[in-house]
């Protein structure tokens, strides 16, 4: 059986009359009756009984035809659905986000994409920089919201966000918990807990350029991957972590029944910027389609004076 047996046997059925069918699919009278033969004798059972007076079908053509409708309307379905994908109009699209984006990128956007682009199935992945860039790397990812951007030309980037603050995440009992803010040269005699670099390279990296601007070296005692686990860690011990600005509000840094207290850090503002990643091969047409749904207008830049209202 082929599908353009269906398709023929679909014409016979609906103009009961061969000259149009044939006409209709610019086909000749024999070829189409040929092809009428073929998918007969493919399927063993007559559908079309005809005469000198008139065409129609027989109660096997009856039922065949409504099975040879949806068999066409699913092969017309897969092939629009297969164009509209290599277009990037379908499809679907994995995408890793950090907090930041996740408040201040992802709404918008994701609104703007559900509107103009319903047929694209979109799955959020939150991560830490690191992971979303092996995401990227491995395929699980199409595109990575991350801070800091790649230097490899493996990698295309766009800057979303400017100027996240960094500040410090000390316990309750902590000499800084009453403090407004802390030079950050200060540090120098603080020991820190502090995540591995491949966690969130451009923090680790910001973080460690200050103390050198500073002509500080960071007494990094303990390592914890999360922000959940560095708010435990400075909880117990007189230790200093680090978090963004919007991970701190976020964790209620601050609140009366919170453990761990938020203080900014100044001279200097350890800062990050937020980018959109994607592969510089770029094999999902869905990815420029998004990058497009991102708002062009930079966001206004976060506040760190929020955190003593944390």
Known sequence: MEFRHLVSFIAIAEELHFGRAAQRLHLTQPSLSTQL??????????????????????????????QARLIVAQMDRAAKLAKATAAGRAGA???????????????????????????????LWEKRTGPQLAGLSDGSLDIALVYGHPGTTEYRYRRLLHRVPLVAVVGRRHR?????????????????????REQCPAMYDTIFQAAADKRISLQVVQTADDPGA?????????????ASLP????????????????????????????????????????????????????????????????
């Open 247 to 310: 991970r701190a509000v976020s964790m209620g840094m601050g609140a009366p029944d919170s453990s761990t207290v938020a203080v900014k850090l100044f001279d200097p503002v350890p800062t990050l910027d937020l980018y959109a990643v994607w592969t510089a091969v770029e094999t999902n047409p869905a990815v420029s389609l998004f990058l497009a749904c991102i708002e062009s207008a930079e966001p206004p830049r976060l506040n760190i004076a929020r955190v003593a209202s944390a």
């Open 176 to 196: 800084w918990a009453d403090r407004p803010g802390v030079p950050f040269s200060e540090l120098d005699a603080q020991e820190c807990v502090l995540f591995a």
């Open 93 to 123: 699209l994995n995408i890793g986000y950090n907090l930041p984006a996740s408040r201040h990128v992802l709404p918008d956007a994701l609104e703007r994409m559900t509107r103009r682009h319903p047929d694209i199935v979109v799955s």
């Open 37 to 66: 033969q073929k998918l007969e004798k493919s399927l063993g059972v007559q559908l079309v009984s005809r005469n000198s007076h008139e065409v129609k079908l027989t109660p096997a053509g009856y039922e065949f035809e409504s």
């Open 230 to 242: 560095t708010a435990h860690m400075v909880s117990v011990r007189p230790l200093v972590g680090f």
